[in-house]
T-cell receptor, first 114, second 113 residues
Framework: NAGVTQTPKFQVLKTGQSMTLQCAQD?????MYWYRQDPGMGLRLIYY???????DKGEVPNGYNVSRLNKREFSLRLESAAPSQTSVYFC?????????????FGSGTRLTVV | QQQVKQSPQSLIVQKGGISIINCAYE??????FPWYQQFPGKGPALLIA?????SEKKEGRFTISFNKSAKQFSLHIMDSQPGDSATYFC????????????FGKGTKLSVIP
């Protein structure tokens, strides 16, 4: 019962480096999401994929790109990391876009950009 | 523009006491209001949720109170236990429009023995 799996759990990047955060779910959910969590800011939506083959911007998309590789996998890419992107990143999935029952978060990736 | 305002930012409660966290929203299109509980190093997990046509929902020691006219809702944790120590987020969603969850900024609850 893995649920939503995120890799890596921790990462340190230098300013300007690129990296991809991976997310996979095994619940046959249609919708997947990327959030960032900063102290005192709650969770803010970066990008989401309502269904396989579609992606849309959330509240804070600048500096990020996403790929919905297949129904299970949704990756988040930082092309040129900046210190402002230091954060904890959470992937989530839900049965359908707008359905909160069954909305499941991963355990997060803690990213530090120096 | 913060659409869901949550208070307090942090809360310390004695074991056995009542913890109360408040949220207020602005968007009248929101039609579902979940609460999430997050332990350190973990992702948020759904705790309890309410629809705006219900004034109160109770699940065990956790109760949501909802005031539609005031656009406010709150989480009450009765008989608070040290194991309840976590960060709590209120949220709201417009299931007929944007379908996106909007979160409050969170409340860090510490229950002391």
């Amino acid at each position: 019962n893995a649920g939503v799996t995120q890799t890596p759990k921790f990462q340190v990047l230098k300013t300007g480096q690129s990296m991809t955060l991976q997310c996979a779910q095994d619940m046959n959910h249609n919708s997947m999401y990327w959030y960032r969590q900063d102290p005192g800011m709650g969770l803010r939506l970066i990008y989401y994929s309502a269904s396989e083959g579609t992606t849309d911007k959330g509240e804070v998309p600048n500096g990020y790109n996403v790929s919905r590789l297949n129904k299970r996998e949704f990756s988040l890419r930082l092309e040129s990391a900046a210190p402002s992107q230091t954060s904890v990143y959470f992937c989530a999935s839900s049965p359908q876009h707008g359905v909160t029952e069954g909305y499941t978060f991963g355990s997060g990736t803690r990213l530090t950009v120096v | 523009q913060q659409q869901v305002k949550q208070s307090p930012q942090s809360l310390i409660v004695q074991k056995g006491g009542i913890s109360i966290i408040n949220c207020a929203y602005e968007n009248t299109a929101f039609d579902y209001f979940p609460w999430y509980q997050q332990f350190p190093g973990k992702g948020p997990a759904l705790l309890i949720a309410i629809r705006p046509d219900v004034s109160e929902k109770k699940e065990g020691r956790f109760t949501i109170s909802f005031n539609k006219s005031a656009k406010q809702f709150s989480l009450h944790i009765m008989d608070s236990q040290p194991g309840d120590s976590a960060t709590y987020f209120c949220a709201a969603i417009d299931r007929a429009g944007s379908y996106q969850l909007t979160f409050g900024k969170g409340t860090k609850l510490s229950v002391i023995p």
